[in-house]
Nanobody, 125 residues
Framework: QVQLVESGGGLVQAGGSLRLSCAAS????????MGWFRQAPGKEREFVAR????????YYSDSVKGRFTISRDNAKNTVALQMNSLKLEDTAVYYC??????????????????WGQGTQVTVSS
């Protein structure tokens, strides 16, 4: 079992930055790939970034590559998403995700084992 709690969302102007954090509890966290997904109103949940269990491998969607950075600290059971140069289209609810089955983490929401409750990110012009 893994419980996930996100924090750090909010309102920011376009071009600004936010840092999302995800606090995890449960014995399987350090063995799980972790990821961030997002869901905008009227749209399906989509992959944003993932990180392998040991933090060595990361992968990003094309829409955030070069602007967002995912990281993890297994000693503190946390995962973070640093978001820079935010755009209006980044507005969404952001979800922390744990994938216990895939070494590097899946890109598909259907493969995710555990979800956080989500945190709202709103980018204004």
């Amino acid at each position: 079992q893994v419980q996930l709690v996100e924090s750090g969302g909010g309102l920011v102007q376009a071009g600004g930055s936010l840092r999302l954090s995800c606090a995890a509890s449960g014995r399987t966290f350090s063995n799980s790939a972790m990821g961030w997904f997002r869901q905008a109103p009227g749209k399906e949940r989509e992959f944003v970034a993932r990180i392998s269990w040991n933090g060595v491998r990361t992968y990003y969607s094309d829409s955030v590559k070069g602007r967002f950075t995912i990281s993890r600290d297994n000693a503190k059971n946390t995962v973070a998403l640093q978001m820079n140069s935010l755009k209006l289209e980044d507005t969404a609810v952001y979800y922390c995700a744990a994938d216990t089955k895939h070494v590097y983490g899946s890109l598909k929401p259907v493969d995710i084992d555990y979800w956080g409750q989500g945190t709202q990110v709103t980018v204004s012009s």
